[in-house]
């Protein structure tokens, strides 16, 4: 098991390669970078998913495994995605609490 520190990228760069690629930028614009390319690839697989089903349903496919693995994959992105975005917005209000 490879066990890598956090400036790693917590496996991020596996899944979305080029994202730790915007050390130059500022942080808000990082920020609005890596959230605009994570949308962008959660769209991806959802679109990819659609067209997976919509094969399977008009025979193109014949995989169902495939579309059910295609599937998976969006409904996970989603679903990390989501949480992203729930730790950004907590992560926001925890800031916006602070006492100046």
Known sequence: MDVKGIESGLGLGAVFPGA????SASAPEGAGKF???LVS?????QTQSDQAIQGLATGENK???EVMISM???SISFQFL???RN???EAYQEVMRMQV
């Open 20 to 23: 730790g690629e915007a050390k």
């Open 35 to 37: 959230f605009s390319e």
């Open 41 to 45: 690839k959660v769209n991806d697989l």
């Open 63 to 65: 995989n169902l495994h």
């Open 72 to 74: 998976e994959k969006a």
């Open 82 to 84: 989501a949480q992203v």
């Open 87 to 89: 730790k950004a917005v």
